[in-house]
């Protein structure tokens, strides 16, 4: 599916700041130092520099107010520049999540540590306008989501929201928003709106530059076709997959969309997929990409096309990140990988082999990318974070993991949230609930 790109570089305007005094040079020296022991040590997967520099911050800038901020929409068709100001880290790792009810939704965030749950914002209506895809910053000073037709922002303690984007009020076609991706470097962001015409044509990928509020068209989709957009790689391009609600064939392949690069060239196929691709991921490094895959069975069909089950065979793979040979990390002949999320101490799967009840090997996994260590941490029917950043499942510092178990499709039950050791261990359940809750990510407070 070959679609039109047109997409122009903005950049931030980079302030320098002179060093005045002797002792400042001194600490600057020793910090630099101090950074560059810590990155001549190997690792298999990097973090991103921006981790690095947000703790240099925090050690040396105090907390700052937010300056005033605006909730209501910017003029149709543009964007409006992100607000910050410092926001100093403590030590404890708290996950920020969305609990969503008949009537609001509401991002709070949970102290592993304390036990203490915070209320960063809250929004009032039915699911039209519902808080979904929460994302924690690189930097995890904020949180970015979507509220119905919103593209909102907010600062960890809860200060500073703020209103990105909106798109405009159409009547007889549904304004909500999607699909929302921020950029490690935090200056980007893509998501999905609705055509301005509405159907049959699929949404439209648009990219929001936080530093000066433009608004730019990356695609459009062709008609029932979606595309499904799920990580950055690096700054500068996104990878994606195709799909169709009616489709016969499975579009399963994927693909880059260069952010930068000329209308013409700036899509690229990555991996071709045989079978029904579930799930992808990038590792932070920008070198690997982690496919997972399991087989589809054609269970029946009708007006609006044909229906699948997914099935075992499962295998999650990789390879690199431009294409190229797959290196095997797991698989299985009876079970069937439904969710992939990568982290920096390795891999977290899960499985789910019935949708009726919970299977033996049911329940959330690790495996080291070399497909050793391989523990299962959670039973049940569990389900991850949307986003694909390191810290979406995986506190910051590797200690803890969070995780949702979902009710057995057809029981009484109530849909669980769990903390536990990703070393392994006893998961502490912290949220019981008929609501619905979506994880967004890992922070510092």
Request: charged share 10%; glycine share 10%.
């Amino acid at each position: 599916m070959k679609t039109p790109y047109n997409v122009q570089r903005r950049a931030f305007s980079v302030r320098r700041r002179t060093l005045t005094t002797t002792l400042l040079l001194i600490v600057s020296s020793a910090l630099l130092i101090l950074l560059a022991a810590c990155g001549s040590q190997g690792a298999s997967i990097n973090t991103t520099a921006l981790n690095t520099s947000s703790v240099a911050l925090a050690a040396t800038v105090a907390t700052k107010a937010m300056p005033p901020t605006q909730t209501s929409c910017p003029a149709n068709g543009q964007g409006r520049p992100a607000v910050t100001a410092p926001l100093v880290h403590g030590n404890q790792q708290s996950v920020v999540y969305g609990h969503t009810t008949s009537s609001k939704s509401t991002l709070k965030s949970y102290n592993a540590s304390t036990g203490q749950t915070a209320i960063l914002t809250s929004v009032s209506g039915n699911s039209q306008v519902a808080l979904v895809s929460a994302q924690v910053s690189t930097d995890g000073q904020y949180v970015m989501f979507i509220t119905g037709r919103k593209l909102q922002m907010i600062r960890m303690d809860g200060q500073g929201l703020q209103t990105l984007y909106c798109y405009p009020a159409v009547t007889g076609i549904p304004g909500n928003l999607t699909d929302l991706l921020w950029s490690p470097n935090q200056r980007l962001a893509v998501f999905e709106e609705p055509p301005a015409t509405g159907g049959p044509a699929g949404p439209v990928v648009r990219l929001l530059n936080l530093g000066n509020g433009s608004v730019q068209t990356l695609a459009h989709s062709g008609e029932h076709v979606a595309i499904q957009l799920d990580a950055w790689l690096g700054n500068t391009q996104v990878y994606y997959t195709i799909y169709s609600g009616a489709m016969i064939a499975l579009y399963n392949n994927v693909y880059a969309l260069n952010v930068t690069g000329p209308t013409d060239k700036n899509s690229t196929e990555v991996a071709p997929i045989e079978g029904n691709l579930w799930d992808m991921n990038l590792t932070p490094d920008g070198r690997t990409l982690i496919l997972s895959q399991c087989a589809a069975v054609l269970t029946g069909g009708n007006g609006s096309g044909p229906q699948y089950q997914m099935m075992p065979p499962s295998l999650i793979s990789a390879q690199s990140a431009n294409g190229g040979i797959l290196r095997f990390i797991y698989g299985s002949h009876v079970h069937m990988v439904v969710q992939t999320r990568i982290s920096n101490q390795g891999l977290l799967f899960v499985i789910e082999d019935t949708t009726y009840m919970v299977g033996p090997q049911d329940g959330l996994w690790k495996i080291n990318f070399d497909g050793t260590g391989l523990t299962r941490l959670l039973s049940g029917h569990t389900v991850l974070a949307d986003a694909h950043t390191t810290w979406a499942n995986v506190s910051r510092d590797g200690t803890f993991y969070v995780a949702i178990n979902k009710p057995v499709q057809g029981a009484n039950t109530s849909t669980k949230v769990y903390v536990g050791p990703f070393k392994g261990g006893t998961p502490k359940n912290f949220i019981t609930t008929n609501d619905a809750i979506a994880i967004a990510g890992w922070a510092i407070r």
